[in-house]
């Protein structure tokens, strides 16, 4: 629904919006073989600010503006006159963060902010609120385009008119609304302006998305994420939109200026806080991770689907993980078909802004440099992405930061009085300038829906070219020359406004923006391609000729351009043939929804030139094969006949990631002969296990008595798997894995009705149940009865000792949760104190640490990999998280109890939710339960991972385990 009122606005009922530092990285592209920008190497240090800046020696940082003109930025945007837009997150987390303790703007709302330098000295001077709304809470994002300015901040995306050019918005419209994520980090992000015209933005996946565009269509999406806020309670995979698609976790979308054609362009993110693209139009995007080091930087290919979530997000990424898969690939599903390349691996961090930079004025050397933020490590960085083959290679540099060095170690909940650590680059923009602005959020913590900074200080900083002055130019879009030289400036919706305005203009400006094709800029040149298939018969003409170029990019951008219009049809085959692969790329992200019979000829040319290693292309494939695997399989098949243990890698690439069910017997095979290498067998099996049919079920049952243990190994791990969820209604698993009662279980179970019978004398009860106790049984059987309230508080006082001892670990995790325990305080600042024994330490991680977590090649991968431990904490945070487990449990290893409608009750984490619930127990065994036969379910207050008094150690025992954690090599 749209709504559209008259100002001033008045307070109302609906929802606000969310906020930051919580998503993505930064890429950094150079055209032509130029020289790359330099490191971050000279210090700069701000006017009144006691922290410095470090940049490459040929730029200077300057402190542009700062509280109290401005509070606590977020996103920023930069008009045609030069003037910053902020919006303002003063209303942050109130839940979290005490209103009455710190600045706050409860009553109005939070703000949107306009700065500028009026006389040009390189300072703002002055500040002005242009709207203060009720309906903004911690917004996200903001857009200028000419009078409209664009506020994301959810449920809605929210435009602001200002008709008369008095910087006072005269109409709001809501222009969409039905995003998840209220007061919440993973939500609705910023708005830009892409090279065709139309509208770019993303959420994150705090969900569900229901939004319906201005045509009717509507988008459902969602995961089983909830939390992060008390809001955020209800949220489910799976889920339906009017494509027929199912959309998962956080989006990247487009939309047409008039509220028409709402639609996804790559699906499953954590939380990429904003998506960018250049002018060959391709998108960028960055993503945050679950603290495990593996935040990524990405080129967004259409369509794609970035893997965090199982594909239908019912899982989390910690219930896919294979065996032997590090924690990146399994974090972003790197071995699952269908799903893209992830890019850069960044590191620990908190990621937000993102822009890419195409102008000259900073130098030549910085054209084409795609900067992101990372507020987490203090730092901008730079890449420059090189063609490799259909996609890119992407190399990481440090431009922007606060210190020489930037640290691979983050730790989001820290604080301390290194002010250098308060920079938090929360968003990065182009001015029309060319210089580069930066909004520092300025506080102690990043992310974990907390802030320290209770006077909510913010800082925006501008980039130049040392000892140049840059001036804002005086652009004039009344005229087509006008209009010609602003659709050259850097900054994003400022040369959109001439986009707009040379469109209006028709074939009759066809001539003159057909000259930017030579243009020095090659950034120019593409602009003017995407206009020209917008300037009518005449202008598509020459679009059309540009299919044909020598210029690869010219091809590229041509064929995207004649998509965007809907006139790319007639050249499908034509550019299936073509030398370049990212237009091959291309070609095969159109054929998605063209039947096969016209696709036909484009998709075999496609796979003829597919060299069996570029995973671009093979996904490509793969998008124009979707709904039509069948088919194009059929003709795989006849283009690289050969046995199964020959095939070549084309042959082997497509059937994994087409895997339709009429490659199940040759994948067999493949999976099961000596002569295949075993990463060739391991991705046969792959294959097999993303097959929805019980022919691969029973595949794979074959497979699991293989005589090569590699093979009988994995398909057991896919049978045990699968039968959780994509395969649970194709055999009955319960039968084939019924457990035979033993006697000693027996026993147990006529020892528990002594201790349930309240007729029976207390001390028997008791005595009863202290046999139990000690039995890995009976310790079970207690813990249920303790967790439906059938064991009074009497006995498991009695009991708590011994259950703590206990054979089985799970019973003694779990245990921690319901049984007290006389356990003294351990204060971590005098642990902290205390010289350190690793090789004491590592005896320890050895019997008391390593059945849960792995550590090198050492333990086991129940709760978190530590083996990267030591990056991601200093000694106090360490420390912290061992003392006090359930204070910041890692997401996805928040802990669950279910008890069945027969009885039966079940402790672990939540690895999948949907028609079958999959709960994983702290030895590692996994349970499956059919959600209809769940009589409650609930979410447990505190970690499985045992405090260290029930583990039984000390004070010198906690700084061993630690000193040894943190200075693993």
């Not at 073989?33 to 009144?48: D, F, I, R």
Request: charged share 25%; with cysteine; net charge neutral.
């Amino acid at each position: 629904m749209n709504i559209t009122s008259a100002l001033p606005l008045r307070k109302t009922g609906i929802l606000a919006g969310s906020i930051l530092l919580a998503s993505a990285f930064g890429i950094i592209s150079i055209q032509n073989h130029q020289e790359p920008p330099k490191q971050s190497s000279a210090p700069v240090s701000a006017a009144g600010d006691s922290s410095r800046l470090y940049v490459p020696d040929d730029l200077e940082a300057t402190l542009w503006a700062e509280a109290p003109m401005f509070y606590n930025p977020t996103n920023m945007d930069i008009d045609a006159k030069g003037r910053v837009w902020i919006t303002e997150a003063v209303n942050y987390r109130d839940f979290n963060t005490k209103p009455a303790e710190r600045l706050s703007h409860k009553q109005k709302g939070d703000r949107v902010m306009i700065l500028e330098d009026k006389d040009g000295d390189g300072r703002a001077e002055s500040s002005k609120v242009y709207v203060e709304d009720s309906l903004l809470t911690a917004p996200l994002g903001i857009a200028v385009i000419g009078n409209k300015t664009i506020v994301s901040c959810a449920p809605n995306l929210l435009v602001y008119t200002d008709t008369n050019g008095d910087d006072k918005p005269d109409r709001r419209e809501v222009f969409l609304t039905g995003f998840g994520g209220f007061d919440h980090d993973h939500s609705l992000h910023s708005l830009i302006v892409g090279p065709d015209g139309k509208y770019y933005f993303n959420t994150g996946n705090a969900g569900p998305h229901n939004v319906t565009d201005k045509s009717g269509w509507t988008l459902r999406s969602g995961s089983l994420y909830t939390g992060g806020t008390p809001y955020n309670k209800k949220n489910e995979g799976n889920q339906k939109s009017d494509d027929g698609r199912i959309w998962v976790g956080g989006l990247a979308l487009r939309i047409n200026p008039d509220g028409t054609g709402l639609k996804v362009l790559g699906h499953n993110f954590r939380n990429s806080y904003e998506v960018c693209l250049d002018s060959y139009g391709n998108m960028w995007q960055n993503d945050n991770d679950d603290q495990v080091i593996t935040c990524r930087v990405s080129f967004l290919q259409e369509n794609g689907n970035a893997g965090y979530f199982s594909a239908d997000g019912t899982r989390y990424w910690q219930a896919d993980r294979r065996p032997g898969q590090d924690i990146f690939t399994t974090h972003w599903h790197q071995e699952d078909p269908g799903v893209m390349p992830a890019g850069d691996n960044s590191g620990a961090g908190s990621p937000t802004g993102i822009v890419f930079y195409e102008g000259d004025e900073l130098g030549k050397s910085y054209r084409g440099t795609l900067l992101s933020c990372e507020a987490g490590r203090n730092v901008v960085f730079a890449y420059q992405p090189q063609p490799q083959e259909a996609g890119f290679v992407l190399n990481r540099r440090d431009l922007i930061s606060s210190f020489p060095k930037v640290s691979e170690r983050y730790e989001w909940y820290e604080t301390d009085q290194d002010y250098r650590k308060w920079f938090r680059p929360s968003d990065v923009a182009v001015g029309p300038d060319g210089a580069i602005y930066v909004a520092d959020w300025y506080d102690p913590v990043v992310g974990g829906h907390a802030m320290k900074d209770k006077k909510g200080y913010g800082r925006i900083y501008r980039i130049t070219p040392k000892d140049r002055k840059l001036t804002t130019p005086k652009l004039d879009f009344t005229t087509t020359a006008g209009l010609i030289d602003a659709l050259k400036n850097p900054a994003i919706n400022v040369r959109a406004l001439a986009f707009e305005g040379l469109r209006a203009k028709g074939a009759s400006a066809t001539e003159e923006v057909k000259q930017l094709l030579t243009a020095e800029n090659p950034y120019h040149q593409a602009r003017a391609i995407w206009l020209l298939a917008q300037l009518g018969d005449k202008g598509n003409a020459e679009v059309v000729k540009l299919l044909s170029s020598p210029n690869a990019k010219h091809r590229l951008t041509a064929f995207r351009a004649l998509k965007s219009t809907g006139k790319a049809n007639a050249y499908f085959e034509q550019m299936s043939k073509d030398a370049e692969p990212s237009v091959r790329r291309e070609v095969g992200i159109a054929l998605r929804d063209v039947p096969y019979d016209q696709a036909s000829s484009s998709i075999s040319n496609l796979i003829k030139n597919y060299d069996g290693k570029d995973p671009w292309m093979l996904e490509a494939i793969g998008t124009a094969a979707d709904g039509k695997e069948a088919q194009v399989y059929a003709f795989v098949r006849e283009a690289f006949k050969a046995d199964p243990p020959n095939w070549k890698p084309q042959r082997a690439g497509l059937a994994w990631r087409l895997h339709p069910v009429m490659a199940v017997e040759e994948l067999k095979v493949r999976a099961g002969s000596a002569k295949v290498s075993e990463p060739e067998r391991r991705k046969a099996l792959t294959a097999i296990g993303f097959i929805k049919d019980k022919k691969a079920a029973e595949a794979m049952i074959v497979l699991s008595k293989s005589s090569l243990p590699d093979v009988a190994s994995q398909a057991s791990y896919w049978i045990n798997f699968r039968k959780s969820n994509d395969w649970a209604d194709l055999m009955n698993w319960e039968e084939a894995t019924a457990q035979v009662m033993t006697p000693a279980f027996k026993r147990m179970l006529d020892l528990k009705k002594t201790v349930a019978d309240k007729a029976q004398p207390m001390p028997q009860r008791i005595e009863t149940a202290r046999r139990m106790a000690s039995d890995m049984n009976g310790g079970n059987i207690l813990v249920d009865m303790r967790v439906q309230g059938q064991l009074p508080d009497t006995i498991a006082r009695a009991v708590s000792e011994i259950i703590f001892k206990n054979p089985d670990q799970n019973v003694r995790v779990v245990a921690s949760q319901f049984f007290p325990r006389n356990g003294k305080v351990l204060k971590t600042d005098f642990i902290s104190r205390m010289t350190a024994d690793p090789a004491h330490g590592k005896t320890i991680f050895s019997t008391t640490c390593a059945a849960c977590h792995k550590h090198g090649k050492t333990g086991a991968e129940i709760g978190p990999d530590l083996t990267t431990i030591h990056k991601k904490f200093d000694k106090a945070g360490l420390l912290d998280a061992i003392v006090n487990p359930s204070a910041s449990m890692v997401f996805g290893y928040e802990s669950y109890t279910i008890v069945t409608k027969k009885g039966d009750t079940y402790f672990g984490f939540l690895m999948s939710d949907g028609a079958n619930v999959v709960l994983k127990d702290a030895a590692g065994q996994q349970h499956t339960i059919k959600a209809d036969q769940i009589k409650t379910r609930e979410k447990m207050p505190s970690s499985l991972m045992p405090e260290p008094t029930a583990l039984g150690l000390n004070e010198q025992d906690l700084a061993d385990l630690t000193g040894y954690l943190l200075n693993f090599k």
